[in-house]
């Protein structure tokens, strides 16, 4: 079995949702698929007409396949402070014409204003490893760890894109969507993420850096977060940019020309991120000023590979081998 879902990117590529059919009959919801998290959460009929502003809920007494996990419960915080929490249900959950029949879905009780104010964002769905699913008492496992047995190859892939519809697939590589070879590299899932070691950089038409970048493979997060190291020596290259202390990262003026930023998969491959991709997005109305796609990873304790690394390349997330798969598109 196989299955496709168009990723539909959000104003700026801040997110991009993917239609997931939930339930019995189908609810079709616009989740975030999230390679940075393990927990498919959804709005819900529990929460308070309050937290609701547009999203379309999962009512588990609407879906006669929904069964109620008794004594479960979630409760998530993510690094921007978003949070939300719930009980769960086991449901049958849908990616194009791949079904996974009993799947844990955990239906919100609260969500933190970031996610009330995210009108088109009906849920996350995660696709990290399951050590990091916070239901309690017993983790449950992803979308991905239940589709695995099922699917023709055990991996997924995400082809997002600069301002346009891109997909996430399952259990096949499509070769008419990425050029050259894919490049593999090891994963270390201690962690539970998508984590891999990028050897070295190089910005613009500079010279490449030998240089150690630990970081997770991340489709929820939108920005390119790498060491102070290699942000400072970027931006250098970036004519009046500066880092703003009331804005949280390094802006600049929108008609600045910024270089590419092309990091390195294994020994001999290399991702290059377009600078168009590294000018965000205005920092406010007037559009003179604009926000920086990389930033420091100050406090995480390794790099984010977010959306606007990610949308430079085709990538394999191969789980059964614990590998990455790079190629250009
Ligand atoms: C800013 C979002 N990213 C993170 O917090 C994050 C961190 C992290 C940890 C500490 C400080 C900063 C970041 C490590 S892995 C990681 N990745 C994830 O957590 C991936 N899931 C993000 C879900 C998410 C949080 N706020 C949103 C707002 C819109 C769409 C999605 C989201």
Redesign the pocket.
């Known amino acids: 079995v196989t299955g496709s879902g168009v990723a539909s990117p959000q104003q700026y590529d801040?997110?991009y949702l993917t239609p997931i059919s939930v339930g019995t009959p189908p609810l079709v919801l616009n989740l975030?698929l999230?390679t940075?998290?393990s927990d498919l959460w959804v709005f819900s009929s529990e929460l308070p007409p309050s937290e609701i502003n547009g999203q379309t809920v999962y009512d588990p007494t609407k879906s006669t396949s929904a069964k109620k996990l008794e004594g479960a419960t979630w409760e998530i915080e993510?690094?921007?402070g978003?949070s939300s929490e719930g009980d769960v249900y086991i449901d049958s959950v849908a990616i194009g014409d791949l079904t996974v029949t009993a799947q844990a879905v955990q239906a919100a009780k609260n969500v933190s204003a970031?996610f009330t104010a995210?009108t088109n964002?009906d849920g996350?769905l995660g696709l990290a490893f399951n050590t990091i699913n916070t239901v309690q008492p017993t983790r449950q496992k992803t979308f991905y760890d239940n589709a695995q047995s099922i699917l023709d190859a055990p991996v997924f892939t995400a082809d997002l894109k600069d301002d346009a519809p891109g997909r996430y697939n399952f259990g096949y590589i499509d070769s008419s969507v990425y050029t050259g070879n894919i490049s593999y590299l090891p994963v270390d899932s201690s962690q539970g993420?998508w984590m891999f070691t990028s050897p070295g950089y190089a910005i613009g038409k500079g010279g490449y850096k030998i240089t150690e970048m630990k970081g997770?493979a991340?489709t929820?997060?939108t920005l390119l977060l790498l060491p102070t190291s290699v942000v400072v020596a970027y931006y250098k290259q970036v004519d009046g940019a500066r880092y703003e202390g009331t804005q949280g990262g390094y802006i600049f003026a929108c008609s600045a020309t910024l270089p590419d930023f092309v990091f390195a998969v294994g020994n001999n491959a290399r991702v290059t991120v377009p600078g168009k991709y590294i000018n965000y997005a205005p920092t406010d109305s007037s559009g003179t000023t604009c926000f920086g796609g990389i930033q420091k990873d100050i406090?995480?304790g390794f790099s984010?590979f977010g959306d606007v690394a990610l949308k430079a390349a085709f990538v394999v997330f191969d789980g059964p081998n614990q590998q990455l798969g790079w190629a250009a598109k």
């Open positions: 801040v997110e975030n999230d940075g998290s993510y690094g921007d978003s970031e995210d964002d996350l993420f997770i991340d929820g997060t406090g995480i984010i």
